[in-house]
Structures are given as structure tokens and as C-alpha cells.
């Protein structure tokens, strides 16, 4: 390329190598940067390649795996690339959905990490032209006797709750986790789920030399700036002097925008729109010239901004919020700009598209930047560092504890009341669920479902990961988060159709850790693969550790499913007595890496269970069927606690309110050679409880063994306030439903409680 003077912005540091590796640019890549630019860069220069070469964009320890993901399906329309994912629903309606954390923002600040998270997912989701109809997320605290894991929680749940329902989007759903290994470093994974026309679809790629850039919504700050290297680096005990680089969310601002943004698609006065999230200005421009195969020139000295003084390096890094990047004719900008003010929101020309593939900022008549577009978004240097598993955990693996020689009730009672997976209404009570009026089922049950307005159809969506289950054998514990979520949207009748995710993990540079994450991306792989649900699109978050080490891995699932006819949805309480209860999948009792060894034998040892993919294809298609021939009054899926927590949970009822209903159960018929304890908490995976009126019930069994699974009615549902009672090869366990569900509830409001009045 033709060598370009370079005007330094007055005030600039000199480039040194210490202040490039305070870039997180390493002395390899500094000379990439040398031999792309062929000269040194500016200051403005070295932020840009701070950013997108971070691991947050650029995907560096990544990007060779995610290519291995499953992406195609004939409901796929939009798979990996874009701001989010699009399915296919039918009728010319389609979903578009992504998953993203907010991890290490979360982390310093929890109430604006939290609520900036969800504004993120929401832009994703609008700027594909679909209107947001639904949230969902993924949250994980160490536990809640530790004050600063009560903070967390507290502030992550406000923010999300916060900005959710100011914006008016229901929260339908997700899961919250309590385990030691977040407590130096909680993850805050936010998804978001939105509707549209498969005609009215929008792509961000840049396309027609001379065509304008317009900033569109809030005025940039220097909030934010440098979030995304912020996000690609370990948490320190100097992290909280890093609060700056927490944006600062607007709800208010999002609804105006989401508003529009929408009306500005459906004009067609626009030919590209891109959200400026991590990297800001710098990576929407980048990375839609880059689709387009063209360049673009930015005068930073154009960009509104909210402060004074600020330099073109604050300008392109900052990440306020709020603001979206639109492509546009000459010609259109009245008419963007009168949109755009009807809603209240400011649009300002601040660039162009030109022909030279370069991506270009000036500030006024001075260049600042000068780079090779498509080799600063695609040539991101990628690393595959080494990978070997920690001894330490397949020394776990072959682990177990003694004989559990305790009362099966006291652990069942204990089991139940355990925060990580007791009830989660102190937390999900604090959004709104139902604005817009389209939920048809909400929060705690197996997955949230909604209505598409004025059709038949519905969506569901869950969210899913054992991390136990990860730390002890990531492939097995990877195919089993997704087959989990594929389970639960089965278990409303729901037909699962794709995935997105959401790889939390810590330093890749770290064998253990490069091991796990490769493991884990494998299982997915193969778990779509079995299930035909492909990967949209997602995030990965890399560098989740902090001085006590390495989070749990976790990689999250986000699984849609579709319903054809959404009056048929199912929830997971039992409603009526004198239903039967039919226990679907073969129980072989595994107890390895399960929640009662955990929790009860205070051991997090063992293999994990293993998933068999067939039988889980066979339990999705099992469920959507009784769910669409109307053989089901509920279904419940075994998952975390086995049997014990599922039917503890099925009697307890959709509302606290309500009155819990009993049920009696006998097990020793097809208990065979299991113990006790593991009949009861066994976590074997492509199981479920149905309930189903007598008359249904030999149908019922005939569906699910067609398609090759064993199914037992096992019990009946009882009255209400009754006792819930199992028999076992070893005699009879049985409590008053009260009682658990009373545990189940106060488990979070009780610890919460009870360590504030210590």
C-alpha cells in the first residue's frame, strides 16, 4: 500500500513498546501491525488493533473451532457472521436470537454490567429487522454467605430487571447457578429472542462508493472505552480502578431507538445497519465495510459527542451505548433524519463508503488512521495454543464417596432446598414477564414459550449448562447442556430447531483450560449434529479468572424451539388429581458428578452421565408428539437432582400461590439393582414425568415405545396438600409436599435473609 502521513492528534503519547503491550498487542503482533501498515502506527492506529485484534473480536484462540460448528439446516436463514441468527418459523415468519456475556463489565460494576448486557442483545436482535418479543439469561454467583456474591447478585438481578422492563421486552426465562468457582469472576450471559418477516430481513454489509455513514441514537462518551480488551483479560485486584470501562446504560434511550431503527428498515431508506457495541464506532464500520468488500472514511471530528475535548482515539473506542451505525444514499438523509427525530434521537452524516477497501478516519482535513480494511477485521492472527487435560480432574473422574448412610428425606429435603437449584422466583419476580402480552408460559418451568401475534405459532427458548458436569469431562458435559435445552423446549411441546451460545471459559493460554474449551466445542458438535439443530451464531469469553483461578467451564445454550400450533404448549406442573405419572427414558441411577454427591456427600467427583444421542433425538420427538395429540397434561424433565427434584417440583405448582398437589409413586418394580439413593437423585439423562388422564394413557405409553423408549406409569398425582410419596426396593420415602415446597422457595430469600441478620 502506498505509504500515508499520518497527522498525530495533538497530545498523543509516543509509541513505545510498553504502551503497546498496555494494548494487550504482543511483541508478534506489533510486527504484523508494522508489516500491514508498513510503517509504525499511530496512537489512534495502536487503539483500533487493540480492539479488534482483542479476544473479544478477533476470536484469536476461537475462531479454528467455531467453523467446525454445524451452521446449516433448511430452517437456517441467516447462521454465523451477523449481529444475531435467523431461523425459519413458517408462514413468512422467522426468529431471529443471539446469546452474549457481559462477564467482566458485570464483575466491577453489576447493576450497569448487567443492564448494558441486555441493551447489547437487544441491539443485536432489532438490527436484523426483528422486533425483540422476549429475554432470557444465564447467571452464575459464588455462594450467598459470602457478602460480595450477595452484591453481585443483587445488583446483576436489578440491572437486568431494570432495563428489561423499561424497555418493555418480557424476561421468559434462564437459569441462575451458585458454585465457588464464580465467586472471583460471576458470568452474566444475556439472550434475547425477536420476530420478523422473512422478507424484511436486514444484513449489515456496507455496500455503494459514496454512500454515507450516519450515527444514529445517543451521543458518544468516554464510557466504555477499551471494554473490549477490558473483556479479553484476566480479573486482577486492580480491576475495580477499571470502572470506566463499564458503559452506562439508557433504557429509555433503547426503547426510542429499537422504535427507529425498526421504522428506519421497513422504510427502505437504509442500506445497512449495524449496532456499535464492543469496539463502538470502530468495529460496525470495520467489520460492515469488510462484508462489502469495501473501505470507509470516518471524520471522527463529526461524531456527536457528550463531552468535551474528546480525541479521535476516545471517539472510535468508546462504547456508550445506545447508538447504532446506519448505511445510506445521499439522497435519504432528510428523510433518516426526520424518522430519527420524530423519535427523538439525534443522526449525524459522519463518514463514507469509498472504493479503496481502506478503513480510514480523519479529523477534519488531518488523517489519523489509515488501515487495510479487510486485513484489520479478517487477518486478526489466530492461535491454537496447547491443550492437555488438568491430572488432577481425571483423578476426580475415577473418584466417588462413601456409601450415603443418611435418611433419604433429610437429603431430599436438603436437595431441594440448595440455592443453585431450589426455586429462582426471588430473582425472575424482579422482571417483568408478561408486557407485550404475549407469554404463554413464563418463568420457572422447563423453558419459556411465547405467541407470535395473530398466528398460531410460538417460540420457546431455554437456556442450559452443567458445569459440574463440564469440570468433570467437558465432551460429555458439552452434549449434555444441549441436549438438556433441546429436552426442555421438548418438554412444552416445542419442536427444537437451533442453537446459539455462549463459551464462558478462562485463559486459553492455559492447557487445562484450551483443553476444555476444544472438548466442549466437540460435544456441541456432535449434539447438534444428532439433534439437527444447528449453530446460529454466539460469543465466546475467554479470560474468566481472577486471582482464586479459572472459572468452571460453562458453555451456555440458548435452544429455540418452534411450536406450530402454540395452544398445545405444555407446562411442568402436574394440574389434576387421578392423572397417572409415566415415567419416560430408562433410569440406570448415575450418581457420578450428580447434585446429591455434591451437595449431600460434599464430593464434586465421579464420571459424568454419559449421553446417548440416539435416545435423546428420540425423547425430543417423543414429547412433541404427546404434546401435539393432546396426550400430555404436563411434562417435566429429569435433569439436576434426578427423580427427587422433578417430582418434587412437578407437584409444587405453576404459582406460589396456588395450592401443591401430592402424588404417590412406586419405583421397586424397575428399580432393579439400584440403591435407593440413586433411583431417587440418579441424573440419567432422556428422561421425563408425564402426567396423562387415564383414558389417554395407554395411547400415551404406545407413542413414546414406537419410538424405541421405555415408558412405566410409575405413580398418580394426589390431592392437594397431600404428602409426596415414593416407594423404593428399601421401603418408603415420603414427606408432605408443603414442607419441601417450602424449602424450595425460601432458599434464596432465606440465605439472603439470614446472612444480613448475622
Aim: with cysteine; charged share 20%.
Amino acid at each position: 500500500m502506498t505509504k500515508t502521513r499520518i497527522a498525530p492528534y495533538p497530545g498523543d503519547p509516543e509509541i513505545t513498546d510498553d504502551l503497546v503491550r498496555q494494548h494487550g498487542i504482543d511483541e508478534h503482533e506489533q510486527g504484523l501491525i508494522k508489516e500491514i501498515l508498513g510503517r509504525e502506527p499511530s496512537f489512534t492506529e495502536l487503539g483500533i488493533f487493540s480492539a479488534l485484534w482483542s479476544e473479544h473480536c478477533g476470536y484469536k484462540h476461537s475462531k479454528r473451532e467455531l467453523r467446525k460448528f454445524p451452521t446449516d439446516g433448511p430452517q437456517v436463514i441467516q447462521g454465523p457472521g451477523e449481529n444475531a441468527g435467523i431461523l425459519r418459523l413458517g408462514g413468512g415468519w422467522a426468529v431471529a436470537f443471539k446469546i452474549e456475556s457481559h462477564n467482566h463489565p458485570s464483575a466491577v460494576e453489576p447493576y450497569e454490567g448487567a443492564a448494558t448486557g441486555v441493551g447489547g442483545i437487544l441491539r443485536d436482535v432489532f438490527t436484523m429487522g426483528a422486533r425483540p418479543v422476549a429475554l432470557l439469561n444465564s447467571l452464575r454467583f459464588g455462594p450467598l454467605d459470602r457478602p460480595r456474591n450477595r452484591y453481585l447478585l443483587a445488583g446483576v438481578t436489578r440491572g437486568i430487571g431494570d432495563y428489561g422492563n423499561c424497555v418493555g421486552v418480557p424476561t421468559i426465562g434462564g437459569e441462575v447457578d451458585f458454585e465457588d468457582g464464580y465467586s472471583g469472576n460471576p458470568l452474566v450471559n444475556a439472550m434475547c429472542v425477536g420476530i420478523l418477516k422473512e422478507k424484511d430481513v436486514m444484513r449489515a454489509v456496507a455496500s455503494g462508493v459514496g454512500n454515507l455513514l450516519i450515527s444514529v441514537g445517543a451521543r458518544t462518551g468516554r464510557d466504555g472505552i477499551h471494554g473490549a480488551s477490558f473483556a479479553s483479560e484476566e480479573l486482577s485486584e486492580e480491576t475495580e480502578a477499571k470502572r470506566p470501562q463499564v458503559q452506562v446504560g439508557d433504557p429509555f434511550t433503547e426503547k426510542l431507538l429499537i422504535e427507529a431503527s425498526l421504522e428506519l428498515i421497513s422504510s427502505g431508506d437504509i442500506i445497512a445497519i449495524q449496532d456499535m457495541g464492543a469496539a463502538g464506532i470502530t468495529s460496525s464500520s470495520a467489520e460492515m465495510a469488510a462484508r462489502g468488500g469495501v473501505g470507509v472514511e470516518i471524520d471522527a471530528s463529526k461524531v456527536p459527542v457528550r463531552e468535551p475535548n474528546m480525541t479521535p482515539y476516545e471517539i472510535l473506542l468508546s462504547e456508550s451505548q445506545e447508538r447504532m451505525l446506519v448505511v445510506a444514499e445521499p439522497d435519504r438523509v432528510d428523510a433518516i433524519i426526520e424518522i430519527t427525530e420524530r423519535w427523538e434521537l439525534e443522526a449525524a452524516v459522519i463518514g463514507s463508503i469509498t472504493d479503496d477497501e481502506l478503513f480510514r478516519v480523519t479529523w477534519g482535513d488531518d488523517v489519523v488512521a489509515e488501515i487495510p480494511g479487510v486485513k484489520l477485521v479478517d487477518e486478526c492472527p489466530l492461535y491454537t495454543p496447547e491443550a492437555a487435560e488438568d491430572p488432577e480432574v481425571a483423578a476426580r473422574r475415577q473418584n466417588e464417596p462413601p456409601s450415603y448412610e443418611g435418611s433419604l428425606v433429610d437429603a431430599w429435603t436438603k436437595l431441594t432446598g440448595t440455592p443453585a437449584l431450589a426455586s429462582k422466583r426471588w430473582v425472575h419476580e424482579q422482571y417483568d414477564s408478561t408486557v407485550q402480552a404475549s407469554s404463554v408460559i413464563e418463568p420457572g418451568a422447563n423453558a419459556g414459550v411465547i405467541r407470535i401475534p395473530e398466528t398460531k405459532i410460538g417460540i420457546s427458548a431455554a437456556t442450559d449448562c452443567n458445569s459440574r458436569y463440564l469440570s468433570l469431562d467437558p465432551y460429555e458435559g458439552a452434549k449434555a447442556a444441549v441436549v438438556e435445552s433441546a429436552r426442555n423446549v421438548a418438554s412444552c411441546g416445542a419442536r427444537p430447531i437451533g442453537i446459539t451460545n455462549c463459551l464462558n471459559f478462562g485463559s486459553p493460554e492455559k492447557p487445562f483450560v484450551y483443553h476444555q474449551f476444544l472438548q466442549a466445542c466437540r460435544g456441541i458438535t456432535d449434539a447438534c449434529n444428532a439433534l439437527k439443530t444447528p449453530v446460529t451464531g454466539g460469543n465466546v469469553s475467554f479470560y474468566n479468572e481472577s486471582p482464586t483461578g479459572a472459572i468452571p467451564p460453562t458453555p451456555v445454550i440458548g435452544m429455540i424451539g418452534l411450536l406450530e400450533d402454540v395452544s398445545k404448549a405444555v407446562g411442568p406442573h402436574f394440574m389434576a388429581p387421578g392423572d397417572q405419572i409415566v415415567l419416560v427414558g430408562e433410569t440406570k441411577g448415575h450418581l457420578g458428578a450428580s447434585s446429591f454427591w455434591a451437595y449431600i456427600m460434599g464430593a464434586s467427583v465421579g464420571e459424568p452421565p454419559p449421553v446417548d444421542l440416539d435416545a435423546a433425538a428420540s425423547l425430543v420427538d417423543a414429547l412433541v408428539h404427546l404434546a401435539e395429540n393432546n396426550l400430555a397434561t404436563s411434562i417435566h424433565d429429569l435433569s439436576d437432582g434426578g427423580i427427587a427434584l422433578a417430582l418434587g417440583e412437578a407437584c409444587f405448582g405453576p404459582t406460589y400461590g396456588t395450592d401443591p398437589l401430592g402424588a404417590t409413586v412406586d419405583l421397586s418394580d424397575i428399580q432393579a439393582e439400584i440403591s435407593d439413593e440413586a433411583m431417587l437423585f440418579g441424573e440419567d439423562h432422556s428422561r421425563a414425568f408425564v402426567s396423562v388422564p387415564t383414558t389417554e394413557v395407554e395411547e400415551m405409553l404406545q407413542a413414546v415405545r414406537d419410538r424405541g423408549l421405555q415408558a412405566t406409569v410409575v405413580g398418580e398425582v394426589g390431592d392437594v396438600g397431600g404428602d409426596i410419596s415414593v416407594r423404593l426396593r428399601g421401603g418408603i420415602v415420603s414427606t408432605p409436599v408443603s414442607t419441601l415446597r417450602e424449602v424450595y422457595e425460601d432458599a434464596i430469600p432465606g440465605a439472603l435473609a439470614k446472612v444480613q441478620a448475622n
